[in-house]
């Protein structure tokens, strides 16, 4: 061993500590060593002395860098060891103190949740309580369709004695206006009732007349089997003459009669149309009146002036018709 290369490893290796061998150190040890690297043989007994002791020295330092790294790791496992036992022990101290602090903590922490989670419930529960009022108001006004004039009544009785005050709360107006709706509601329903039952009213009224006027006809016809009956009797005991002549008389009475009846069930039904229907009823007995009580004429003049007067009936008639559609 050169007195060179047991300086290097006395004074660099072994001295100085590892932190030391830096980027810096190894550029200079490449500078010293340069003409050597290149070399691609030993050509001269030197040129392999100098290789020889330069590879010796960067041994040396090798040695001494990984003899410091197994120290410095020893040191540091150690270290590690001594730190993790004394974390350890502490952590062991720290949790006689923690687990209890903790499990408080978490006693706690379920209270206040449970706490909470009542004050959700009971909000939740107040607004159902608000909503179930809001839906018992809205039951007065609904199903209304086949109410009696009593039971709209007795709803509208119910919904008025409905007090909407601050025990509402913050549904208070939504109350007010649903009750109002209601109210509404229940007037129109008692408006439609109304007329319902005075149609129904009307329907009956027209049927008992309709009976009545039957049962008269049948007292009519009663009567006149009754007069031919006598008729019949009164021929066939030589009254015949008598007979035909009052026979004819109450045939003449009973025809009047029925026409008389005829006359006042058509004013009668006309008077149930609506003007519209009246009109164009007048327009078409207007034309049949015409075509009834039309002439039968010779002259070819005449037969003219018929047909044109009918012709212009017949615009009149068209006339009401156009006008009465727009009613």
Not at 178 to 201: C, F, G, P, Y
Not at 246 to 254: F, G, S, V, W
Not at 292 to 305: F, K, Q, Y
């Amino acid at each position: 061993m050169s007195a060179t290369a047991e300086n290097v490893k006395t004074a660099t290796v072994t001295a100085e500590p590892l932190a030391l061998f830096t980027k810096a150190k190894m550029v200079e040890l490449k500078d010293k060593y340069k003409e050597l690297l290149v070399l691609d043989i030993v050509s001269t007994p030197e040129e392999y002395k100098r290789v020889k002791e330069a590879a010796k020295v960067m041994q040396q330092f090798r040695k001494g860098i990984e003899d410091e790294r197994v120290i410095q790791n020893e040191a540091a496992l150690q270290h590690q060891r001594n730190c993790n036992a004394e974390a350890r022990m502490v952590q062991e101290w720290i949790a006689e103190v923690e687990a209890p602090l903790v499990e408080l903590k978490k006693a706690e922490d379920q209270r206040l949740k449970d706490i909470k989670e009542a004050e959700i419930q009971a909000e939740m529960d107040r607004k159902q309580a608000l909503q179930d009022r809001l839906a018992d108001i809205k039951a007065w006004g609904e199903e209304l369709t086949f109410l009696s004039q009593a039971d709209i009544t007795k709803r509208m009785e119910g919904v008025h004695e409905i007090i909407v005050d601050e025990s509402f709360e913050e549904m208070q107006r939504e109350a007010a206006n649903i009750k109002e709706t209601v109210v509404l509601n229940l007037e129109s329903a008692m408006i439609v009732r109304k007329e319902q039952d005075k149609k129904l009213a009307e329907q009956k009224a027209e049927a008992e007349r309709l009976a009545k006027q039957q049962a008269e006809q049948a007292d009519a016809q009663k009567v006149l089997d009754a007069e031919r009956a006598e008729f019949e009797k009164e021929r066939a005991e030589g009254k015949v003459a008598m007979a035909e002549a009052e026979a004819a008389k109450n045939a003449i009475m009973l025809a009047e009669f029925a026409r008389l009846q005829l006359l006042a069930e058509e004013k009668h039904q006309a008077a149930l149309l609506p003007d519209k229907e009246k009109l164009e009823s007048f327009a078409a007995n207007l034309l049949s009146l015409f075509d009834d009580l039309r002439p039968e004429c010779d002259d070819t003049i005449a037969r003219e002036l018929v047909g044109e007067a009918r012709n212009k009936l017949v615009n009149i008639c068209n006339f009401i018709n156009k006008k009465s559609a727009e009613l």
